[in-house]
Nanobody, 125 residues
Framework: QEQLVESGGGLVQPGDSLRLSCVAS????????MLWFRQAPGKEREGVSC????????VYADSVKGRFTISKDNAKSTVYLQMNSLKPEDTAIYYC??????????????????WGQGTQVTVSA
């Protein structure tokens, strides 16, 4: 049974950095693309970044391009989201997810996908 567990969130000031981790138990990261989503208060969940399974191709939302970096360690079954130059508008609950696809194919997770429980990121002065 797969399980995704995020960690690394917290309260930071604008301009600071955070690194989120997602331990993906029971999910072969060399076979399935992994994604990060976020949901801010009162807003819909949005896709942030994706990393494909085999060639490590990455995709980013325009809002985070150039500031966030997704990476993974297959041996540790862990996906990371390095977030730099954080802004107040980055405040959200961040979730990792997979739809068990080989490649990044948009920001939709089907009913067959899997989600973590989320980790809170708050950016405030």
């Amino acid at each position: 049974q797969e399980q995704l567990v995020e960690s690394g969130g917290g309260l930071v000031q604008p301009g600071d950095s955070l690194r989120l981790s997602c331990v993906a138990s029971g999910v072969a990261l060399d076979r399935f693309a992994m994604l990060w989503f976020r949901q801010a208060p009162g807003k819909e969940r949005e896709g942030v970044s994706c990393i494909s399974s085999s060639d490590g191709t990455t995709v980013y939302a325009d809002s985070v391009k150039g500031r966030f970096t997704i990476s993974k360690d297959n041996a540790k079954s862990t996906v990371y989201l390095q977030m730099n130059s954080l802004k107040p508008e980055d405040t959200a609950i961040y979730y990792c997810a997979t739809d068990f696809l080989l490649y990044c194919a948009g920001w939709t997770i089907s009913n067959y996908g899997s989600w973590g429980q989320g980790t809170q990121v708050t950016v405030s002065a």
